[in-house]
């Protein structure tokens, strides 16, 4: 397509989408897995829809979406294997034949963790290479947090539905200490979520059900072997639907939302933003995105490198291009 006054002024637009965000003093663009079998790009502060991506080969398994800022490039697991996608785009990059478990990307980007059956895998995210070993005492799994290319966290419930985490070092191929977590989480509704590693110090929170109520479990390191645990109590959320499992996404200055079904409908996706102790900032529900009923893991993108940025610009010109030839 040439590039007449047109295309200058979709550009135009699409970057002024993007600069309309420093009024918050931050961008953030979260990937949405939604019920299709797709990805959304889903601005949160704009609630807008930046288009979709995704396999052809299935729904995304699990509905995991995992994403590297270094180059843009985003991993999705479906039931015929793990794609690599250019993000902005939504061309595939690379795939492999294996289908993969709950998998999430190290900070670094230099490799993918994964926890399935009883094993727990680590691949190149870009040759899709892999090696595994067993978990100890694992039947079931419900997050892998990566502290570093070397090291992650790792949670899991025992034969008798017992919640652990545990340190994995891949270099010298060991586990630490098992340590109990400290409060009775219903078994499968543990939502995804991901870790922020700030120098060497690692956050990560995910949101489960104990009883009637949402808790977050935040989970911190300094050192990728030794992890604290905390909890808060987000009450019963009576806006979500009580049968669909919810997902914690990070959101800016220590913010984070939970998002997942409205009460309403399942094709009515709701979104809470909180402060990090639990304060309500607002929310609202959308029909942009419709994510999965059950538990699934998304990815955020919080204030982006000038490459994010030129994503954002792309992924709102190629979503107006559409809308004007429709």
Known sequence: MPYNSNMRCLTLIAFTLVASGSAFASYELMLLPTS?????????????????????????????????ASDGISWLTTSGGTTSF?????????????????????????????????RIYRTDPDTLAQNSTNVPNAAAFNFVAPYSNNSCLIGYADSNLNNFVISYNAVTNTFGTALAVGLGFTAGSFGGAQSLKVGSSMTYRTIGKSGGTNVIATFASTDGINYNQSFLSLGALPQFSSTATLSMMLGHGNTFYVVGDDISAATTTRISWYRSDG??????????????????????IIAPEPSS???????????????KKA
Do not use: K
Request: no cysteine; proline share 6%; net charge positive.
């Open 36 to 68: 299709n079998g797709r990805v959304a790009r889903f601005d949160p502060v704009s609630q807008i829809g930046l288009g979709q991506y995704g396999p052809t080969n299935g729904a995304i398994l699990r509905g995991q979406v995992n994403y590297r």
């Open 279 to 300: 304060t309500n900032i607002g929310t609202y529900t959308t029909t942009a995105v419709d994510v999965p009923t059950g538990a699934w893991s998304g990815y955020s």
């Open 86 to 118: 250019d993000t902005g785009t939504g061309t595939p990059v690379n795939s492999s034949n294996f289908p993969s478990g709950i998998t999430r990307i190290s900070p670094e980007g230099g490799r993918l963790f994964e926890v399935d059956g009883v």
């Open 309 to 323: 940025l030129g994503l954002l610009a792309v992924s709102a010109l190629m979503l107006m291009r559409r809308r």
